[in-house]
């Protein structure tokens, strides 16, 4: 990984020598000793730039992808205005690079790292997963990615760590939906640990085999397919190890329907409306709707992490 800058560190954070080498050890295992010049030399990566993958089929769905230009004109990224349409309109302002993501907490590698440094070691893979809006809408969306506990472990994460936290970036000048008060800024997510290592969990960067467009959450977005699109938080500058669960926007915002877990569940209504069935995009406004599944029909996947855990209290 490539550091951009060390962290402050504070006197209480200051190590023995022995821990102090085989922490540079674990840096430099982990290719965190180049230097910050070597930036300019990376190629730019351009929203629809093609990118070489494998397809994961043990992960994808069957189901027909909806139209590119589904996934990618109709959007929920409050940073760039709450309608539909907007992200794609408006989100050509955001700078995608340089990009860096702050990695803190519960971990021995902590630090700032360049997008490059944390991609660089994992193949990436083409996942074909359901998008279930929690506005009752779905998609099928093709996305190119790598899975999030490969990139978490090289960070080794402590013992105390039972949550990852995640942030989007915070800029009103780039992002100008952040200056209207619909949600506390920047936009967070997190995931239980085993949740965020759990291998279906992938970091995307890309979509139908192409760059991410920035409206679907370049350079960097979170995918978690069995629970509501509102968890896949988009543009993550950071990603934080802690001991306790953290705050997150929508449960924060409106925590009657929006619950930390937020595993798709037709069972569980919103306070508003019915969660039992959804429109999938594309198949006109006066198709059928379909049953939502139970975790989005990922229950044989995901079920066991939630054994003991009471899904009408814990939505
Ligand atoms: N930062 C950020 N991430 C976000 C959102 C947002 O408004 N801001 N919207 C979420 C919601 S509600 C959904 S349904 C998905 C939509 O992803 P897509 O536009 O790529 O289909 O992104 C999620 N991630
Ligand atoms: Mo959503």
Redesign the pocket.
Known sequence: MQRVKSTAIRPSEITPREVFLSRRDILKALGLGTSVAMLGALPARAAGARIAFTRNARYSTTEAPNSYAD?TTY?????FGTSKDD?AAYAASLQTTPWSVTVSGEAAVTGRFTLESILKPHPYEERIYR?R??EAWS?V?PWVGIPLGDVLKRFQPTSRAKYVAFK?LFNPGQMPGQRSSVLDWP?AEGLRIDEAMHPLTILAIGLYGEVLPN???APLRLVVPWKY??K????IVEIHFSEHQPVTSWSAAYPEAYGFFANVNPAVDHPNWSQARERRIGSGMFAEKIPTQLFNGYTNEVADLYRSLDLRRHY
């Open positions: 996934v959007n929920n990224y409050y940073e992200p998008l809006c929690v998609m969306v989007t936009y409206q679907n959450g699109g509102f896949s938080i988009k543009s």
